[in-house]
């Protein structure tokens, strides 16, 4: 499978080069409702950028593992996590080449928007599924095929837009305790701001 390096790398590069973070430094709040039902234990966290996921986990007590292909990424997690007085693991890779597979390794996985095109998406899903532990929580949120067009962030692919239907097909092999798209007011930085149109999906290992 085609990785997505070095073009996408170096367009979230010069988004996250500002000293601003650009989606902010607050948890988002999908992951955080979901997360603070669960005992902290070991979390992978994929397309993470800046930080704000892994710090607030970090906080709670989780052992947290982050990916992203972001240089700059990693430098704004690392220092917001200095500020806070946490430790991350920060593995600056592309999450398409599935290096960070571990069968059976952590407790929660969290995919928040992070958008692939179809068949990396289908290998990253399958890829984090198989590296729940027995017990372990996947917790995603994404733009919808019903986000295009509006002005509230996200791709302007849609392809790489996702639906109940099919995070549901990639998933199978879990059990679905919540797949529904919805619409939210978004409050996450300046790239994430406005009405929106988003799925949120909780699924576990059995």
């Known amino acids: 499978m085609p990785t997505i390096l070095p073009a996408a790398a170096e367009f979230w590069d010069a988004r996250y080069e500002s000293e601003a973070y650009a989606y902010g430094t607050e948890p988002n709040t999908y992951f955080r409702q979901q997360l603070d039902k669960l005992p902290p234990g070991r979390l992978l966290l994929l397309a993470e950028g800046e930080g704000r996921n892994a710090v607030y986990a970090a906080r709670r007590g989780w052992q947290v593992t982050a990916v992203d292909f972001s240089d700059e990424a990693r430098a704004k997690a690392q220092r917001l996590a200095v500020a806070q007085g946490v430790h ?3 593995q600056v890779a592309d999450i398409t080449s599935l290096g960070w597979q571990q069968p059976g390794a ?4 969290g ?3 992070a958008h692939l095109p179809p068949v990396a998406r289908w290998a990253v899903h399958a890829a984090a599924a198989r590296s729940l532990a027995p017990g372990g929580h996947l917790i995603l949120e994404a733009f919808s095929t019903r986000q295009l067009g509006l002005p509230s962030g996200g791709p302007t692919a849609a392809e790489l837009l996702y639906a109940p ?3 549901a097909a990639d998933f199978a092999e879990l059990t679905v305790r919540e797949n529904h798209e919805l ?3 978004l409050h996450e930085g300046s790239f994430h701001s406005g009405p929106a149109t988003v799925v949120r999906l909780l699924a576990v290992r059995s």
């Open 106 to 109: 952590y407790d929660a996985i």
């Open 165 to 167: 239907d099919t995070l």
């Open 88 to 90: 991350l693991t920060y």
């Open 183 to 185: 619409g939210v007011v």
């Open 111 to 113: 995919l928040i928007y």
